[in-house]
Each structure stands twice: as C-alpha cells, then as structure tokens.
C-alpha cells in the first residue's frame, strides 16, 4: 500500500499496461514531451519511447481516427482527448465509427481501444471546458463508458477498459487529479460494469459518480452525525455495462434513491436508472426517487457561480434531509 | 523473313509491356465484374429488388481495378459509401455485394450494413464509410499499426472530391506526412461533390492535387479512367510506402455516368458532357488497348461471356435467398456477441 495521487494513478495505470503488452500504445495532444496538460502522464515517454508514446497535432479527428484504424488491426491503443468537451469536435468517431463497425460488419472486425478525457467541474474554465458529459457517450449502443473516482479505481479500471476488447471511453475528474488515496502495490486490474458500495447503510441510497462520490460520502457523513440518518453510498463506476443489481439490490434494503449527478439534468445518467428503478423496483421504493443534478444550463465561469449550480455537499445533504422527511 | 510494320510494332510493343496479358486481363475483368454488377445493381433497384440507397461507380471502374490489380494480399481498402467496386475488385463474390444490396440473408454482412457499409475483413476490405472523410485517419490508423509493428502492408483509402474540403481530410494528410505512414490516399475526382460541381465549391482547380502542397506531398493528377495509367502509378505509390518514404495524395480524374445515389437523375449536368465522357468509358477503351496488345476477340468476348454468367448467376442465388434473418438483430454489438449493457 501506498498513497498516490489520482494525477499519478493514470501515469501508473497506463504504465502498468504499455509494460504488459506490446501493442499498447498512447497517443494525444501535448501527452509525450509535455507529460499532459494535467500532468497525468509525466514519465511515459522516457520509459516506453517515442514509438509508443506519440504527440499529435491538434486534430481529434486524426487522433480517434488513427486510434480505430491501429484497434482494427492489432493494436491495442489509448487516446487522450485534452477536455472532455473536445469530444464534440470528434465526435463522429464516438459516435459513429467506434461502436457501430462492429455490429455493421456483422462480427467481422473490432476495436478495442480507450479514449482518456478529462471530464468535470472545479477549475472555473467556463462551458467548454468543465462540463461533464459523461451522458453523451451512455446514450450511444457499442460504447461502454466508465468514471473512476478514486486513484485505486483509476488504475484499475483503466486496466479492464485496455484489456476490455470493446471501445471505452474513460472519463477523469479535472477536479479529482490532486485528491490522494490508498493504492495497492503490484498490478491491479479491475472489473467493468461494477458499482461499488462504499458505505453501507439502510435508510437511504445515494448512487453518485466521479466528483460527486467523495462529496456524496461526505453528505452521508453529516446526515449519519447531524440527523442520525443511515445512507448507503453506492459508487456507480461504470456507467455500460451499468451494475442494475447493486443498485437494485441497494434500493431493496434502503428503499429510498437519490442520484448525485455532475451533467446536466435532462437524460442525464440518473434518468436512465431512475427509469429502470421504476420498472424493476417499484414495489421497493416507499417514496418517489430524487435526482441531484446540475441544472440544464450551460455552465457559468465565476467561482461562485459555478459552485452555485454543481451539486455540492450542503445541497445533497438538504435533499436528503428534506425528502426523507417529508 | 521480314514482319509487317504493324505486326512489327505489336511485338515490340508486347516486348516492352510493363504490365504483361495476365495482368491486362485481370484489370479488363475486374472492370467488366464492376460494371456489369452495378448496372444489375440498379436493374434490381428498378425491380425494388435492391433497398435503401445505393451509390454505383459505373464510369469509375479503371480506379477501384487499377489500385486493387496493384496491392498485394495483404493490402487494406478503405472505402466510401461509393464503395461496391472497390471491394468487387478486392476478389469478393458478385452474390455477397448484391445480396446486402438486397439485405438478404446471403449479404456480405447479412443485412447489418447496407449498401454503405461494405466491410470483407478476409479480402482486406476494411470497411466502407458513409460519413465524409471519416475514414482516411482511420486509413491512417492502420498504416500506423503496420509501421509499428514492421508489417510491410499498405492500407489504401478511397475517397471522392467532395470529401477534399472536410476537415478529416486536411488533419489525415498532416498526420500521415508527420508520421510518414504506409499509406495511399486516392481522390476519384468526378467533378460532382453530389450534385453540386466540385469546382464551384473549392478554392483550387484540382481539389485534392493541388492541396498537396500544403503537406509536402507532390502533386500528381492522372487519368483516371486509363486502367494501365491507374495500375502504374498504384505501384509507384505502394513501393514508396512499402519503402518508407511516406504516404501519397492521387487525384484521378473520372466520370459518374450515373446521379450521385439512385435518388439523383443528374439533371444538373450540362448538355453534352455526359457524351463527351462517354468516350472515355473505361471500359470500352480498354478494349482497344488488349487487341493493341495482340489479345484476339475471342479472349475478350469470353470474358464477357464469363463475368455476365457470373452476375446472373449471382442474381439468381440472391433473388432466391432469404431475407436477413430476425435472429442476428441484437448480435455483435459488444465484442462478447450480445448487446448487453447491463447486468
């Protein structure tokens, strides 16, 4: 065990597989001699070369491009797209090269490849550059998409989404990179399509993702000191394949859900499981489930007003003690 | 004994013929399969036989036959919603193009893809791309992965004018000129993005060629409709990739003898450019060039026999085959086969 930075944890998770595997390679903007714009990826070019480790011009198209075109044919590569609001630019790729060539194909070929991006709120960088759009690729058939919100969960799931022999799409809290945690030594390797119950309880479920896990946690802690109330916090990591059974299994004991959701409300994640709940756990609900989301608006610049509108501890705290009692 | 002058000149002529009978023939037969399943294609359309949409290359055949004569097994193919030919002339049989053509169940996807979408992983066809300009970074992908790997294969990418003033375009060129890859960009210049002539929309006369510049690439503007010119320049640029030295941008200049899909008449074209390129059918010119080359009537009108016996034969099979199975709907989504995305 170790403590090591979430920043940290993508170099090391990266590193754990370009040592694995030959064909593993690593591409982007700014990624080799840079070392990241965030900084998450100092190191990799002096231990794995130039070869595999490969600055691009500013072209996400060519980027995601390349990426398929090396998936098709044997590599195994991870791509980074800066911001996760650059997934616009390219977004013809995600949407409609990666996932479907496959299924179009009939089975014929494949694409087993990771694009990195750099999701989320907290830097006041405005709305191209802190959204959280991690909807945007849920919604779309052949992508599986996944959000860790802890450094052990970065290396981890980073290692199943590169082992993963369909296209993943890995979104990395902005606002996560300096945050440190526990991190066994010796390769990790995670599972897609795990939620993850981080703190068990049985008056409420809370189902948070990324950014929002640490404050959701913290909220569950102030309830459990200020109000006595027992939240269970529910990780969901992985958003396809998305775990209904944890969550249902969670709703079974609790019988009440809220979602702390970074993106904004309309088809946000949380509608989706909201919509499954309905259908698949009615019966265990005793009161509508609640979703905490930021609301449908592009996100402002101003510290203080971009605080004002993404779910934060105090909000989730009074929802819950709202909800609950009334 | 002294020849004739005209006989005289023929085997000289053969003497020093760069590209031999066999590989005549293969470029004339390629050509002739293209044509003639196209023409079926849109007979079968006509009969309501052939769904969706479909886009012929009839007129363009010299390019798909002269780049696919050219490559060696294991050469890819990238290609466009325009891309019947393109994997015809990569071997795969009449029957699986015309089947998907009909979605049936006998398709070359089984009905998954479509007309667009053609895609023989076994032939080198890697795929065929219905969103503009998408697939040359793909193209560039795949040259990467050879490189990487010192695989000595060279991935192709087919693409129409059209396609010269979208923004892949432009961030394919630069990445595979910076990164030196294995691969071949082949612009089939037919004067029409769709229905639109190319040269009222583009800033330079020739919309790929004279972009080459721009990523140091040279410039080279062919025929495109002289099957032994297309064949000769594909080896030149195949040996450069093979070699190292990078890839290259082709714009060979051709004719669509038909609309742009099935929906378009071509109503926009001017009197009598249609006529004028008629007499540089690909097809029907070649045909002077194999007798020039002493190839006898009778070889040529076997071949005609052959490849025509070929498409009806393939007709037949597709009209008699059943329609895309209900079972393979939600099948190879994921790689585990299924479109599960939940537990």
């Known amino acids: 065990m170790a403590e090591l930075?979430?920043?940290?944890?993508?170099?090391?998770?990266?590193?754990?597989?370009?040592?694995?595997?030959?064909?593993?390679?690593?591409?982007?903007?700014?990624?080799?001699?840079?070392?990241?714009?965030?900084?998450?990826?100092?190191?990799?070019?002096?231990?794995?070369?130039?070869?595999?480790?490969?600055?691009?011009?500013?072209?996400?198209?060519?980027?995601?491009?390349?990426?398929?075109?090396?998936?098709?044919?044997?590599?195994?590569?991870?791509?980074?797209?800066?911001?996760?609001?650059?997934?616009?630019?390219?977004?013809?790729?995600?949407?409609?090269?990666?996932?479907?060539?496959?299924?179009?194909?009939?089975?014929?070929?494949?694409?087993?490849?990771?694009?990195?991006?750099?999701?989320?709120?907290?830097?006041?960088?405005?709305?191209?550059?802190?959204?959280?759009?991690?909807?945007?690729?849920?919604?779309?058939?052949?992508?599986?998409?996944?959000?860790?919100?802890?450094?052990?969960?970065?290396?981890?799931?980073?290692?199943?989404?590169?082992?993963?022999?369909?296209?993943?799409?890995?979104?990395?809290?902005?606002?996560?990179?300096?945050?440190?945690?526990?991190?066994?030594?010796?390769?990790?390797?995670?599972?897609?399509?795990?939620?993850?119950?981080?703190?068990?309880?049985?008056?409420?479920?809370?189902?948070?993702?990324?950014?929002?896990?640490?404050?959701?946690?913290?909220?569950?802690?102030?309830?459990?000191?200020?109000?006595?109330?027992?939240?269970?916090?529910?990780?969901?990591?992985?958003?396809?394949?998305?775990?209904?059974?944890?969550?249902?299994?969670?709703?079974?004991?609790?019988?009440?859900?809220?979602?702390?959701?970074?993106?904004?409300?309309?088809?946000?994640?949380?509608?989706?499981?909201?919509?499954?709940?309905?259908?698949?756990?009615?019966?265990d609900l005793d009161a509508a489930p609640v979703r905490i989301t930021t609301p449908h608006i592009p996100l402002p610049a101003a510290d203080n007003l971009e605080d004002a509108v993404i779910p934060s501890v105090d909000r989730i705290v009074e929802t819950v003690r709202r909800s609950l009692a009334s | 004994m002294m020849d004739n002058p005209a006989s005289s000149a023929r085997s000289s002529l053969q003497a020093n013929d760069d590209i031999g009978e066999a590989k005549r023939l293969a470029l004339f037969r390629s050509m002739l399969v293209i044509r003639l399943a196209e023409q079926r294609a849109y007979d079968l359309f006509l009969q309501n036989l052939v769904k969706g949409t479909s886009h012929l290359s009839i007129g363009q055949e010299a390019i798909a036959a002269g780049f696919a004569e050219a490559m060696q097994p294991g050469d890819l193919s990238f290609c466009t919603y325009r891309g019947h030919a393109h994997t015809l002339a990569r071997g795969v049989a009449i029957e699986k193009v015309l089947g998907e053509l009909m979605q049936r169940d006998n398709g070359l996807m089984r009905g998954k893809g479509g007309s667009m979408h053609l895609t023989s992983e076994p032939h080198g066809v890697m795929g065929s791309y219905a969103i503009v300009g998408a697939h040359l970074p793909i193209a560039c992908g795949a040259a990467w992965r050879a490189q990487y790997k010192g695989q000595d294969d060279v991935s192709v990418c087919f693409f129409g004018d059209g396609t010269t003033n979208i923004g892949a375009f432009h961030e394919a060129l630069n990445f595979a000129a910076i990164w030196k890859l294995p691969v071949v960009f082949v612009c089939e210049n037919n004067i029409y993005m769709e229905y639109t002539p190319i040269k009222d929309v583009t800033a330079v006369e020739h919309p790929a060629a004279d972009r080459a510049s721009a990523y140091g690439l040279e410039r080279i503007v062919i025929d495109g409709n002289d099957a032994d010119v297309v064949y000769r320049t594909a080896q030149a640029a195949y040996a450069r990739a093979r070699a190292g030295d990078g890839p290259s941008l082709i714009e060979c200049l051709t004719y669509r003898h038909s609309g742009h899909s099935?929906?378009?008449?071509?109503?926009?074209?001017?009197?009598?450019?249609?006529?004028?390129?008629?007499?540089?059918d690909p097809v029907k010119t070649y045909i002077p060039r194999l007798k020039m080359f002493g190839i006898s009537d009778d070889v040529i009108a076997a071949i005609e026999r052959d490849v025509l016996k070929e498409v009806d034969a393939a007709t037949e099979a597709c009209k008699g085959a059943s329609p895309a199975p209900l079972d393979i709907l939600a099948t190879d989504v994921y790689a585990d086969g299924t479109a599960a995305w939940r537990n």
């Open chain 2, 262 to 280: 099935r929906a378009d008449p071509a109503k926009y074209r001017p009197p009598g450019e249609f006529e004028q390129w008629l007499k540089r």
């Open chain 1, 5 to 283: 930075s979430y920043r940290d944890a993508v170099a090391r998770g990266i590193a754990q597989e370009m040592a694995r595997d030959a064909d593993v390679v690593f591409l982007g903007e700014d990624v080799a001699q840079a070392g990241g714009v965030f900084k998450t990826t100092v190191g990799l070019l002096e231990r794995f070369g130039p070869k595999r480790v490969r600055d691009t011009p500013i072209s996400e198209q060519a980027i995601l491009g390349a990426a398929m075109g090396a998936a098709m044919t044997g590599l195994k590569p991870i791509a980074e797209i800066m911001f996760s609001d650059f997934l616009a630019v390219c977004f013809n790729y995600i949407a409609n090269e990666f996932p479907k060539h496959r299924y179009m194909s009939n089975g014929q070929t494949k694409c087993p490849l990771v694009v990195r991006t750099a999701n989320g709120a907290g830097s006041r960088f405005g709305a191209q550059h802190s959204q959280s759009v991690e909807n945007w690729a849920m919604m779309i058939p052949g992508l599986k998409v996944v959000a860790p919100s802890n450094p052990a969960d970065v290396i981890g799931l980073l290692a199943a989404a590169v082992r993963d022999p369909d296209p993943v799409i890995f979104f990395e809290h902005k606002s996560l990179y300096p945050i440190k945690g526990e991190v066994p030594d010796g390769e990790i390797v995670d599972q897609l399509g795990t939620a993850r119950i981080l703190r068990p309880g049985k008056d409420a479920t809370i189902l948070a993702l990324a950014l929002m896990v640490p404050r959701a946690v913290a909220a569950a802690e102030r309830l459990k000191a200020e109000d006595g109330v027992d939240v269970e916090v529910v990780d969901v990591r992985s958003l396809v394949p998305l775990d209904t059974q944890t969550i249902l299994a969670s709703l079974a004991r609790t019988h009440r859900l809220f979602t702390v959701e970074e993106n904004p409300r309309l088809c946000g994640w949380g509608a989706e499981i909201v919509s499954i709940v309905s259908e698949e756990g009615f019966y």
